[in-house]
């Protein structure tokens, strides 16, 4: 028989293990690239965990700005730039979804938003005045350029759109708008236009009772004078007030008021007490029905520190010029006659203890032309008398007029001071 060798096994053997190669390289590049795209994913989802954890670091209900940074406006799924907020603004922002990464900021109250890394987060946000929103509109509107800043003690936005607020407040230079739920002002180089709108529909106060209260007595106390109230006449009118919605004013409301820069509520009242004797005995009443009062201090006589209260404001009543007999008619206040640079020195004094006031209270409500004009040179803004009527709006305000409380009146007799 004839044989005839051929080399077909080592060629399968060769062409196995060749295939073997390729098949263990496809299965080392398979390995490879799922390692590589696994290593991809992992990294992917560290980073959008770190992102998520970043965004979270720096959002609250209420965070503060940390540098001029820009405000956007989202139109088409894009942001579009159209202001700035400065430095250190407090902001309330609109909660975010959890595990969020957008990377913008909603600002409450707002179609705005910023970038997550240009706030952080504030512990809580400072304790805002909010009283301006006792006020009431001016059915006037005003219309900005499409450049214009908005201010409190310093400029703190800037847009480049225009826009329309209603104005609660109307200065020489400005008008005092609400943003964000916050007041702020509009320099009137700034407004393209106002135009009529019907902003309030409310009664709008014309005139404003300021009473006047002097020594109020607990019950363990007595007082004789007709100035002398206790505490329960006290207790009961200023429940009335508290029940019956009354906004009781500051003294640079009442400023505002009278000159017709704002618009007040009809049940507002301007409470006030004078000297300081026995004016601690109110600090609790004030705080109980918080209601809020001015205290007119002769600033010499009582440290300013006794009179410690969320709801009392301090005001002059001179620093030592609280002395009778000392120029001619009815109680002799020094204040009609004595040397200018005496007065000047003692009323800047009494600004000087007591922040700076600007309002002012004659001693024994006496008054003339020459204490007037020292007065407004010592840098008073108002100045308050007695007499029994309400003030009005446009009266002089270095006279502005307030009823004394006295101890025998009814609640009737009183309501029909204040109504």
């Given at each position: 028989?004839?044989?005839?060798?051929?080399?077909?096994?080592?060629?399968?053997?060769?062409?196995?293990?060749?295939?073997?190669?390729?098949?263990l390289?496809?299965?080392?590049?398979?390995?490879?690239?799922?390692?590589?795209?696994k290593?991809?994913?992992?990294?992917?989802?560290?980073?959008?965990?770190?992102?998520?954890?970043?965004?979270?670091?720096?959002?609250?209900?209420?965070?503060?700005?940390?540098?001029?940074?820009?405000?956007?406006?989202?139109?088409?799924?894009?942001?579009?730039?159209?202001?700035?907020?400065?430095?250190?603004?407090?902001?309330?922002?609109?909660?975010?979804?959890?595990?969020?990464?957008?990377?913008?900021?909603?600002?409450e109250?707002?179609?705005?938003?910023?970038?997550?890394?240009?706030?952080?987060?504030?512990p809580?946000?400072?304790?805002?005045?909010?009283?301006?929103?006792?006020?009431?509109?001016?059915?006037?509107?005003?219309?900005?350029?499409?450049?214009?800043?908005?201010?409190?003690?310093?400029?703190?936005?800037?847009?480049?759109?225009?826009?329309?607020?209603?104005?609660?407040?109307?200065?020489?230079?400005?008008?005092?708008?609400?943003?964000?739920?916050?007041?702020?002002?509009?320099?009137?180089?700034?407004?393209?236009?106002?135009?009529?709108?019907?902003?309030?529909?409310?009664?709008?106060?014309?005139?404003?009772?300021?009473?006047?209260?002097?020594?109020?007595?607990?019950?363990?106390?007595?007082?004789?004078?007709?100035?002398?109230?206790?505490?329960?006449?006290?207790?009961?009118?200023?429940?009335?007030?508290?029940?019956?919605?009354?906004?009781?004013?500051?003294t640079?409301?009442?400023?505002?008021?009278?000159?017709?820069?704002?618009?007040?509520?009809?049940?507002?009242?301007?409470?006030?007490?004078?000297?300081?004797?026995?004016?601690?005995?109110?600090?609790?009443?004030?705080?109980?029905?918080?209601?809020?009062?001015?205290?007119?201090?002769?600033?010499?006589?009582?440290?300013?520190?006794?009179?410690?209260?969320?709801?009392?404001?301090?005001?002059?009543?001179?620093?030592?010029?609280?002395?009778?007999?000392?120029?001619?008619?009815?109680?002799?206040?020094?204040?009609?006659?004595?040397?200018?640079?005496?007065?000047?020195?003692?009323?800047?004094?009494?600004?000087?203890?007591?922040?700076?006031?600007?309002?002012?209270?004659?001693?024994?409500y006496?008054?003339?032309d020459?204490?007037?004009?020292?007065?407004?040179?010592?840098?008073?803004k108002?100045?308050?008398?007695?007499?029994?009527?309400?003030?009005?709006?446009?009266?002089?305000?270095?006279?502005?007029?307030?009823i004394?409380?006295?101890?025998?009146?009814?609640?009737?007799?009183?309501?029909?001071?204040?109504?």
């Amino acid at each position: 028989m004839l044989f005839i060798y051929t080399n077909n096994g080592d060629d399968m053997r060769k062409k196995f293990l060749t295939i073997s190669s390729i098949l263990l390289l496809i299965g080392v590049i398979i390995l490879f690239i799922f390692a590589y795209y696994k290593r991809q994913m992992e990294n992917q989802i560290t980073k959008e965990k770190q992102l998520i954890e970043d965004i979270e670091s720096h959002y609250s209900s209420s965070v503060i700005t940390i540098k001029y940074s820009p405000i956007y406006k989202k139109e088409n799924q894009k942001y579009k730039k159209i202001g700035m907020v400065s430095k250190n603004v407090e902001l309330t922002l609109k909660n975010i979804k959890n595990d969020s990464k957008e990377k913008y900021f909603k600002i409450e109250k707002s179609d705005y938003y910023i970038y997550y890394q240009n706030v952080e987060k504030s512990p809580k946000l400072e304790q805002v005045d909010k009283r301006y929103h006792n006020y009431l509109y001016f059915n006037e509107s005003l219309k900005t350029k499409d450049t214009f800043s908005l201010y409190q003690n310093k400029k703190e936005y800037t847009f480049y759109e225009a826009m329309d607020f209603k104005i609660l407040i109307k200065e020489e230079n400005q008008y005092g708008v609400v943003y964000h739920d916050h007041l702020y002002y509009i320099k009137k180089e700034d407004v393209s236009k106002v135009y009529p709108s019907n902003n309030n529909e409310k009664e709008i106060a014309s005139e404003i009772p300021v009473t006047v209260y002097h020594f109020l007595y607990l019950e363990n106390e007595s007082c004789n004078e007709i100035i002398c109230n206790s505490i329960n006449q006290v207790e009961e009118e200023f429940n009335y007030l508290k029940e019956n919605g009354y906004f009781t004013l500051n003294t640079k409301e009442m400023e505002l008021f009278i000159k017709g820069k704002i618009n007040l509520p009809k049940n507002s009242i301007l409470i006030t007490i004078d000297d300081g004797a026995k004016a601690t005995n109110f600090l609790d009443v004030l705080d109980k029905y918080q209601i809020n009062a001015t205290l007119f201090l002769v600033s010499s006589w009582y440290p300013k520190e006794d009179f410690k209260s969320n709801y009392l404001e301090l005001a002059s009543h001179t620093h030592n010029l609280h002395n009778p007999g000392i120029c001619s008619g009815g109680q002799g206040s020094p204040l009609k006659c004595s040397d200018r640079n005496e007065l000047l020195l003692d009323l800047k004094e009494s600004r000087k203890t007591l922040n700076n006031t600007e309002a002012f209270c004659f001693p024994f409500y006496e008054y003339n032309d020459y204490a007037v004009e020292v007065v407004k040179e010592a840098g008073f803004k108002t100045a308050y008398i007695g007499t029994d009527r309400k003030a009005k709006i446009g009266i002089n305000p270095y006279t502005i007029p307030r009823i004394t409380i006295h101890n025998n009146i009814s609640l009737e007799q009183y309501l029909n001071f204040i109504q």
